[in-house]
Antibody, heavy 120, light 107 residues
Framework: QLQLQESGPGLVKPSETLSLTCSVS??????????WGWIRQPPGKGLEWIAS???????YYNPSLKSRVTMSLETSKNQFSLKMNSVTAADTAFYYC????????????WGQGTLVTVSS | DIQMTQSLSSLSASVGDRVTITCRAS??????LNWYQQKPGKAPKLLIY???SLHSGVPSRFSGSGSGTGFTLTISGLQPEDFASYYC?????????FGGGTKVEIK
């Protein structure tokens, strides 16, 4: 059974860097054809795609966040990560990691989500 | 960016009702349209992909239709566990974008 689990600080100060890791169990993040991604949701609001990474390491970013975001694979740990710099209160949200299977563009597995609050 | 609009942010319905949720795209997304269900405090779950294909394990009372710019999610015979928020998502054009959500509440 595939499981995705987000981890990282729940509180980040304004102007600092948000760092999150998604640990994947039950599948290899280097399995052919899979995309892995990050989506966020401010409390009580809608969903926003942040970034995706192909199993080869090719990255795709939301243009609205591209200048502040970096996503990478950590294959030895079967994890992938998200870094977002220069955070503000507007970046306060639940952050979900997710998987998109081959020949598909829908998200079939989500992590449980982790709340990141940006505050001094 | 393609804007996805769910015209109703919420609706009230009773158990057993037939519920239709609509989603409109600001430009064509052909059939690259997915529907997700989200319950409070939980991650979204995939219901429908490709506008009309039922994801594995999803009850058959859920169905999707539409193409181009107009889409609907129908719940035929609302069950107590269906009270939740529903989001559409387009993956035709990057960045992929989501609708604002429709919350189905108990009447």
């Amino acid at each position: 059974q595939l499981q995705l689990q987000e981890s990282g600080p729940g509180l980040v100060k304004p102007s600092e860097t948000l760092s999150l890791t998604c640990s994947v169990s039950g599948a290899s993040i280097t399995s052919s054809g899979y995309y892995w991604g990050w989506i966020r949701q401010p409390p009580g609001k809608g969903l926003e795609w942040i970034a995706s990474i192909y199993y080869t390491g090719i990255t795709y970013y939301n243009p609205s966040l591209k200048s502040r975001v970096t996503m990478s694979l950590e294959t030895s740990k079967n994890q992938f990560s998200l870094k977002m710099n220069s955070v503000t209160a507007a970046d306060t949200a639940f952050y979900y990691c997710a998987r998109v299977p081959p020949h598909s563009s829908s998200i079939d597995y989500w992590g449980q989500g982790t709340l990141v609050t940006v505050s001094s | 960016d393609i804007q996805m609009t769910q015209s109703l942010s919420s609706l009230s319905a009773s158990v057993g009702d037939r519920v239709t949720i609509t989603c409109r795209a600001s430009q064509t997304v052909t059939s690259y349209l997915n529907w997700y269900q989200q319950k409070p405090g939980k991650a979204p779950k995939l219901l429908i992909y490709g506008a009309s294909s039922l994801h594995s394990g999803v009850p058959s009372r859920f169905s999707g239709s539409g193409s181009g710019t107009g889409f609907t999610l129908t719940i035929s015979g609302l069950q107590p566990e269906d009270f939740a928020s529903y989001y559409c998502q387009q993956t035709y054009s990057s960045p992929q974008t989501f609708g604002g959500g429709t919350k189905v509440e108990i009447k």
